[in-house]
């Protein structure tokens, strides 16, 4: 009888991430646990289980049992031993994207990319202002609130309101793309009822749903409250702030009765705007002079990145798009079309190719679709793919880092 093997397997559940020639970091896809190596002979051994002749196998050998830090990597599930007669065969995740934009040189990978238009999966469509204009600190307050939140594109001047022949243009239009949901941002006074009613048709015939931004007060509640019992298919975000006379309670407690979703948030300038409500999320905005805010609200800790697993998919992506932004478009009222999280217009909407050469500009400039950690201040970090994607508030502010590792 063939006498059994001991073999050293890299299991397919482990992300092996090559920050530099002496930094590998392992993590387990499946119990986030994870370790950094910066043992040049550990760092070898993992590349060697990783070529393609190995296929993430290799005979442990008796020295490798005087390696602490393969004994660390086998007791966190990082690597595995086995016994075997036969060389174990491990299929290991590999990165290999047919339309991979930087394989190769980039004007011949977007001439043969196929329908570029098919990869707009959202819209955010800026009406007007979607609050009642107060004095003008409270509107920049507001507005800066919507950049950092919504539209990263939208200027302290956006005056103009888009007219309804526009947006039935734009819905139109859309018919090429992959959009499901249209997000639309303006003040509900400026919908009427008959505008509402042809949208959500349009909508409709084009397969797509209609959300709605805008703020709430005391002033608009019935109204909001009408549109939510006659508009049952829309969508409702509804936000406000410390300087809103709003009854949220009263509010909350007559929605509830009726079934169309709409969700409530308050925009929170400070720590003393936080509300005690389960009905009510809250939306931290940036501000300088805030800082410890988001150091004890908002930025992630080591718990939270390592608290929920990264999937081995969400990592590959991670690793080539930016998920909060990739695939969606921002239309100001002036017609002005960015790529979401993006500052610098791609196109306008009275160009007839606007959506094509919207996208086409992203994919070459990338404002935001494919900015991914490794390509700003987290490059060097360990967590580059396992944090979230990056945020619109990072695209801003580019020296701001989300945690406080
Ligand atoms: S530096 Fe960047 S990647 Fe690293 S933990 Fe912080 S946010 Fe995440």
């Known amino acids: 009888m063939n006498k059994k093997t001991k073999w050293l397997i890299l299991p397919p559940h482990t992300f092996v991430d090559h920050i530099n020639a002496s930094k590998l970091f392992l993590y387990n896809t499946e119990t986030s646990s994870n370790h950094l190596i910066t043992d040049d002979e550990t760092i070898s051994l993992i590349i ?30 990082l690597l595995q031993l086995v016994e075997a007669k036969e060389k174990p065969i491990v299929f290991l995740p590999i990165l290999n994207l047919q339309r991979d934009l930087e394989k190769g040189e980039l004007s011949y990978r977007l001439s043969i990319m196929g329908s570029k238009t098919k990869f707009i999966s959202g819209l955010f469509l800026y009406i007007d202002k979607p609050f009642v204009p107060d004095l003008a600190n409270i509107n920049n307050i507001r507005i800066n609130a919507i950049r950092q939140s919504l539209l990263y594109g939208l200027t302290d001047d956006c005056e103009l309101i888009m007219g309804i022949e526009k947006v039935k243009m734009i819905f139109k239009s859309l018919a090429i793309t992959s959009i499901s949901i249209v997000d639309i941002i303006s003040s509900i006074s400026i919908l009427t009822d008959a505008n509402l009613s042809q949208l959500v048709r349009l909508a409709s015939n084009y397969g797509y749903k209609i959300r709605i931004h805008t703020f709430i007060d005391n002033n608009n509640t019935d109204r909001v409250l009408k549109i939510m019992a006659q508009h049952k298919s829309i969508e409702l975000s509804l936000y406000f702030d410390r300087y809103s006379e709003f009854d949220y309670q009263q509010f909350s407690s007559k929605s509830s009765k009726i079934t169309t979703q709409a969700s409530l948030i308050k925009y929170v300038y400070s720590a003393f705007d936080f509300v005690d409500s389960d009905n009510i999320d809250m939306l931290p905005v940036y501000r300088a002079d805030e800082v410890q805010m988001f150091r004890d609200n908002v ?107």
């Open 299 to 405: 930025f992630l800790t080591k718990q939270d990145i390592l608290s929920n697993c990264t999937s081995m998919k969400e990592i590959m992506r991670n690793q080539k798009l930016n998920a909060t932004c990739f695939g969606i478009l921002d239309i100001l009222s002036n017609g002005n079309v960015y790529p979401h999280g993006g500052r610098v217009p791609v196109s306008n909407i009275s160009n007839k190719n606007y959506l094509l050469e919207s996208v086409t500009s992203e994919l070459v400039n990338n404002q935001s679709w494919r900015v991914t950690r490794d390509k700003n201040n987290c490059s060097n970090c360990q967590y580059r793919f396992i944090c979230p994607p990056v945020s619109l508030l990072e695209l801003q502010i580019e020296d701001i880092k989300a945690c406080i590792l």
């Open 48 to 77: 060697e289980l990783q070529q393609s002749y190995n296929l993430g196998s290799k005979i442990y050998s008796e020295e490798g049992s005087c390696n602490v830090y393969l004994k660390e990597l086998i007791s966190r599930d």
